[in-house]
């Protein structure tokens, strides 16, 4: 099961809009998908219910130990794609296993029962560094970051890599790797057209091909409890969703002999630098 989080130390850059759509998109063409909302605001929940909330046990009971991922798990309205959902009480998970051993690695341990079950876990995280995102990075194997193209986004990139450093050395995930920039909510405009060549300019192909154009179908979706792949399947938002799909499929994979693909080389390349930046530092 390939597990990709969706992550940034910002809010507002369409993350539970990526995590929702790249779910939906990959049960759509025939996978089985987990979709993880670590998110206490649970808007991936929301939209995969189709505007209702979740009632219990979900992610927090998970994480608490008062459930197993089995009992959690819902199904939604997309064949092949089920949800562990969130609820308001993920809020109060920080401070419940402040004081617990292990407590950034419980979903690792929840979702290990599961590898035979889906192809992929898509997990969308909370903006803001805390218990809950660490437990989302320990348990993933790939990033994917969904970035304005605005500078303030930009600025919190540098911080999620150092933090995807820490978490490989401290947990032992030496598979996590940042698998690229997401563009989202790009406008036609000069300021949007610079960000964009700054980051391709700096990050390379670690920046994907698909760019998601801001539209307001995208919002009229989210009112109707939807995501635009269903909503508006042929509008422009859509199609460059199924083509960030295009790209997570083609990367990822491993050879035969079970020697690492181009991910697993990427993240031995992340780790090599981080180690390299502090034999120097």
């Not at 025939?30 to 189709?50: I, K, S």
């Not at 979740?54 to 798990?73: D, K, Y």
């Not at 969703?241 to 994979?253: I, K, M, P, Q, T």
Request: proline residues 4%.
């Amino acid at each position: 099961m390939r597990r990709i989080a969706v992550a940034n130390l910002k809010g507002g850059t369409a993350k539970s809009t990526t995590a929702t759509c790249l779910a939906v998109a990959l049960a759509r063409r025939g996978h089985r998908v987990l979709c993880v909302d670590t998110d206490a605001q649970a808007n991936a929940t929301w939209t995969l219910l189709g505007g209702q909330g979740a009632e219990p046990p979900t992610l927090a009971a998970v994480l608490t130990r008062q459930a197993s991922a089995e009992e959690a798990i819902r199904p939604t309205a997309t064949l092949g794609l089920d949800l562990l959902p969130a609820d308001a009480s993920l809020g109060g998970v920080n401070v419940a296993l402040a004081q617990e051993l292990a407590r950034d690695t419980r979903l690792r341990s929840a979702l290990a029962p599961l590898d035979g079950d889906y192809d992929f876990a898509i997990i969308d995280t909370p903006p803001t560094l805390s218990t809950l995102l660490v437990n989302a990075l320990v348990a993933a194997h790939e990033v994917i970051t969904p970035t304005d193209a605005g500078m303030y986004s930009t600025l919190g990139l540098v911080q999620l890599q150092e933090m995807l450093e820490e978490v490989r050395e401290a947990y032992g995930n030496d598979r996590l790797h940042l698998a690229g920039l997401l563009l989202t909510r790009v406008a036609r405009n000069s300021v949007a057209r610079d960000v964009e060549a700054s980051l391709r300019s700096s990050f390379g192909d670690r920046v994907f091909k698909a760019t998601i154009p801001l539209t307001v179908q995208v919002e009229a979706a989210h009112t109707r409890a939807e995501t635009i792949m269903t909503f508006a399947p042929k509008s422009p938002a859509a199609l460059a969703y199924e083509s960030l799909v295009d790209e997570v499929l083609s990367d990822g994979r491993h050879t035969e002999d079970g020697s690492g693909g181009a991910s697993e080389r990427v993240a031995g390349a992340d780790a090599e630098a981080g180690r390299r930046g502090r034999r120097a530092g």
